[in-house]
C-alpha cells in the first residue's frame, strides 16, 4: 500500500483556513519542520493547533504564530515565546491548556476509537470544570473526551513506503498518538526506505495509521537547552 | 537562611528508596539526582519518554533527539528505555512510578498544592504536573518556606489556583522538613542553624511541633 | 443450490477496494484472501496482531511464534507490522480497518447480527467480532442464504443473542448479494442460475426487489 | 534495578488460593509456559484468570483447568477446550466473556490509571447489561471498567535483568498489556540478557512494569492449526 508522496507540496494537498491540526513533538525535538515550513508558505490561517508545545520565537509553530496563523493552541506547555505571551494576553489567541497525560491519552483515544476516558489529573482543578466527576476506588476522576485533527503532522527517523514508521529516542514523544488520530495523517521522515526494510516487529507507528508519507529535504533539529558535562 | 537549593536537593535525596522509579521536577527537584546515597538504585524517568535517563553528555556528544522534560540535552544509562508520551503517563496515572518530587508556589496544610498559575500573570501551562500529582503515592514539595516578600509558602489554604488536591505528602523547604497528615502540617526536622521558632514564624498554615526537633543532618 | 464456499469468497473478493485494510474473520471470509482482483492491493489485518498478513508457510517453515486470529501458522508479507492487542483493536475502534467480512447465524433487515452464541449450547465466545462489528463502517456478512434445516439466515428480527446492532451493509450468500438501508434487505444480485423466486422464498425479512436482478458474474 | 529471580519457584513466591491472575497469550502463542507448569505444580486453586482464552485440554490453561483451580475465567474465547466445556456446563467454572478488544483495553487501563473508558463494542448485545450508556456523535457506547491483577504472568522473547522486554512476532499479542496491570508482573523469557544489551528505542514493555524476570527452562510451543502450502 504505497503512501509515498514526492514532496511536501502533495503532501498537504487539501489543507485549508480553518482545520484542525496535530503537531508532534516535545519542544522543538521531533517536530514536522518541513510540514511546518509548507504550512507557513501556504499561508492559512485561523488554525486550531493541537501540540504539546508552541515551539520558540524564531522556530517550531513559533513560525506560525509570527505569522499570525494560529487563531487557537491546544497544548499543555507553551512557554519559552515571547510572541506567543503578546498574543495570549492581547486576546488575539485562544489557548486551552491540557494537562500533559491527558493530552497524549486523549490524541490516543481519538486513534483507538475510545470517545472519553476516566482520569484523575486535574481533578479539584480549574481544569475539571464543566466535566463529568465519578469516584473510582474512593477517588474522584474527572471525564476527558477524545481529540481528533483533520491533518495530523509526525515526524519520524525512518519509514517504509507502507507509512511505516519508527521514531528515534525522544523524538518520539507525541507522533505516535497523533498519528493515529488525524483524519489524514502526514509523515514526513529522515530517511524513506522501500517496504521490507523495517523490521516488523519493532515498527512504531505502523502505516495503516499514515496516509502520506516524504523523505522531508532538511532537518535544523535546533536544541532548545545544550546541556553538557566536562570530559574530566 | 537555612539551607541552600542545593541543601534542599541532598536533604530530598535521603528519602530516595532502593527499587524506586522517580520523577524530577525542573528546578531544585532536578538536583536531587546528584545525592542518590550510596547503596541505592533508583531509576529516572523523565515523562517526554525516559526510563533510567543518565547525566549530561559530554560536550560535542549532544544529540537533539535526546532531551529530557526540562528540554535539556541528556543521555541514557545502562538499561534505559525510550516510549512514546501515552506509555510515559500510563506510568504514572498507573502509580508504577513510586516518587515525584516537583517544586510548589503554594503548598496547603490539607496536601493541595499551586503550582502552575498566577492570575494576571502570563500561563506557561501545567505541563506534566497535575498527572504527576493527581498519580503519585509519594509527593516530595521542594521549596523555600517563604518567597520573595518574605510571606509564607505553607498556607492553611491556597490562594492560588491549584494544581491538585489533598496530594502532597512531604514538604523540604530551606528550613525545614514537614510531614502532611490529618489536615495539618507535622514539623519533622529543622535545617542546621535553624529554630523552632523561627519555622513556626514561617509557617502560616497549623503546624504540629513536638517537643523535640532534631537538626537534619546533610 | 447457488455459489459453494468458493463461489461466496470470490463475489465478496470484488467488493475490495483499492488501498484498503481488511479484517477477514474465520471460515468463508478466509478464502476471501485467494482472490483479490487484479490491479488492486489491500493489506489483512489480522487481530491478534498483524498487518500485511501473507500465505500459510511453505512445509517446515512454520512458526509457533506467528500465527493469524484464527492460530494458523501464517507468514508476514514485505512491509508487514507486528503490534498488540491493544493497538490491534485502536486500529478496529477507531474505524482505520475499512472493511471487515464475517460469517453470521442470523442477519435481520436492520443489519443486527447474531454470531456468536446459541442458548443452551457451549457459548465459545465472541471473541473480536464484537469489536469489529460496533466499529467497522463496512460490514459484509458471508453465509449460506439458509441453515441446515433450511429456515432463512436472513430475518425480519434476529431470534439469537446479538453481536452487534444495525451494522452490516451487506450479506453475500450462495443464492445472492443484498444491501441493507432503511431497514431493508435490498436485493442487488442474484448467484449464477438461481431465480429471483427462489431467493424471495428463502428470505425471511422484508426485501426490496428491483424489476432487474443481475446474476453475478464471478 | 535488577529485578531477576533465580527460578520459576522465586518468581511465584507470595502466590496464594484465590487470586486474581493475568497470563498473557492467544491460542497457544505466546503464553507463559513455565510459570503455568508452575501454578499446576503448587496446586493454588480458586483462581481467577483473566486470559484471552483458556487453552487447549493438554496445555496451557487447560492444565490448571484439569486440576480444577480455576474457579473463573474472564477471556473472549475459549473454544478448543473438552473440560472447560464440561465444567462451564456443570457450573463449576464461572465464566465471564468480553469482546477481545474490551479485554485488550481493560488490561491497559488497569496499569494506566484510567478506571473506565466508553467503547462502542457490545452496545445492544448482553455484554452491555448493567452497564452505563452515553451517546457520542450520536452513536451509544458502554462504560467499561479497568481490570488488574495479584499477579500478571508474560512471556517474552528476550528480556534484560532491568526487567525491559521484547516479544517474537505475534506472540505479542496480550502480553504488554497484561504486564502493566499485574501488582506483581512475573515475566519468563527465552533469552535473559545483561542491561544494556536491548536497543532502548525498541523495548516493547519498559522494565518498570516487571517485578520479576527470569530465564524459562523449557518451550514447548505447540502449534495449535498447524496450516501449510507446498512449494510449487
Redesign the interface.
Known amino acids: 500500500m504505497n503512501k509515498v508522496v514526492n514532496n511536501v507540496e502533495e503532501a498537504l494537498e487539501g489543507i485549508q483556513d480553518s482545520m484542525t491540526l496535530m503537531l508532534g513533538g516535545?519542544?522543538?525535538?521531533?517536530i514536522p519542520e518541513n510540514s511546518i515550513a509548507q504550512l507557513v508558505k501556504l499561508g492559512i490561517k485561523d488554525l486550531t493547533c493541537i501540540s504539546?508545545n508552541a515551539g520558540v520565537d524564531d522556530f517550531g509553530l513559533g513560525l506560525l504564530l509570527q505569522k499570525k496563523q494560529i487563531r487557537k493552541m491546544i497544548?499543555?506547555?507553551?512557554?519559552e515565546n515571547d510572541e506567543f505571551?503578546r498574543q495570549?494576553?492581547s486576546g488575539e489567541l485562544e489557548?486551552d491548556?491540557i494537562?500533559?497525560?491527558?493530552?497524549?491519552?486523549r490524541?490516543?483515544a481519538g486513534g483507538a476509537g475510545i470517545p472519553a476516558f476516566y482520569?484523575?489529573?486535574?481533578?479539584?482543578?480549574?481544569?475539571a470544570e464543566g466535566k463529568e466527576i465519578k469516584d473510582f476506588n474512593g477517588k474522584p476522576h474527572i471525564l476527558e473526551s477524545a481529540l481528533t485533527a483533520d491533518f495530523a503532522f509526525v515526524k519520524a527517523?525512518k519509514g517504509d513506503t507502507e507509512g511505516n514508521l519508527i521514531f528515534?529516542?525522544?523524538?518520539?514523544?507525541?507522533?505516535?498518538?497523533m498519528a493515529m488520530a488525524g483524519k489524514i495523517t502526514v509523515a514526513e521522515v529522515e530517511e524513506l526506505v522501500p517496504a521490507g526494510e523495517l523490521d516488523p516487529n519493532f515498527v512504531?507507528t505502523p502505516g495503516i495509521f499514515v496516509q502520506r508519507i516524504f523523505q522531508g529535504e532538511r532537518y535544523e533539529?535546533?536544541?532548545?537547552?545544550?546541556?553538557?558535562?566536562?570530559?574530566s | 537562611m537555612g539551607l541552600d537549593k542545593t541543601g534542599i536537593a541532598k536533604r530530598i535525596a535521603q528519602e530516595l528508596k532502593d527499587?524506586w522509579?522517580v520523577n524530577l521536577g525542573i528546578g531544585i527537584p532536578t538536583l536531587v539526582a546528584n545525592f542518590i546515597p550510596e547503596g541505592i538504585?533508583?531509576?529516572f524517568?523523565?515523562?517526554?519518554?525516559?526510563?533510567?535517563m543518565g547525566?549530561?553528555?559530554?560536550?560535542?556528544?549532544?544529540?537533539?533527539?535526546?532531551?529530557?522534560?526540562?528540554?535539556?540535552?541528556?543521555t541514557?544509562n545502562?538499561?534505559?528505555?525510550?516510549?512514546?508520551?501515552?506509555?510515559?503517563?500510563?506510568?504514572?496515572?498507573?502509580?508504577?512510578?513510586q516518587l515525584t518530587v516537583l517544586g510548589a508556589m503554594e503548598v496547603a496544610q490539607n496536601g493541595?498544592i499551586a503550582n502552575w498559575k498566577i492570575p494576571g500573570r502570563?500561563?506557561?501551562?501545567?505541563?506534566?504536573?497535575?498527572?504527576l500529582v493527581?498519580?503519585a503515592q509519594n509527593i516530595i514539595v521542594a521549596m523555600m518556606h517563604t518567597n520573595k516578600k518574605g510571606e509564607s509558602k505553607l498556607l492553611k489554604q491556597c490562594s492560588l489556583?491549584?494544581?491538585?488536591?489533598?496530594c502532597v505528602t512531604r514538604v523540604v523547604t530551606n528550613l525545614a522538613v514537614l510531614e502532611i497528615k490529618g489536615g495539618k502540617f507535622h514539623l519533622i526536622e529543622r535545617a542546621p542553624g535553624v529554630s523552632v521558632d523561627e519555622i513556626i514564624a514561617a509557617t502560616e498554615g497549623e503546624m504540629i511541633v513536638p517537643s523535640e526537633v532534631p537538626e537534619m543532618t546533610i
Open positions: 516535545f519542544g522543538l525535538c521531533g504539546n497544548s499543555s506547555y507553551v512557554g505571551e495570549m494576553l489557548v491548556l494537562p500533559q497525560g491527558s493530552l497524549a491519552e490524541c490516543r482520569t484523575p489529573a486535574g481533578y479539584g482543578t480549574e481544569v527517523w528515534k529516542a525522544t523524538a518520539r514523544n507525541f507522533n505516535p498518538m512504531h533539529k535546533r536544541i532548545e537547552q545544550r546541556t553538557v558535562r566536562q570530559k | 527499587g522509579y538504585e533508583v531509576e524517568q523523565s515523562e517526554n519518554g525516559i526510563l533510567g547525566p549530561f553528555p559530554f560536550e560535542g556528544e549532544e544529540d537533539a533527539d535526546l532531551i529530557n522534560a526540562g528540554k535539556q540535552t541528556v541514557l545502562k538499561g534505559a528505555v525510550i516510549f512514546d508520551s501515552a506509555t510515559s503517563f500510563a506510568m504514572i496515572r498507573g502509580q508504577h512510578v493541595d502570563m500561563v506557561k501551562g501545567m505541563g506534566g504536573a497535575m498527572d493527581a498519580s489556583p491549584l494544581t491538585g488536591v489533598g
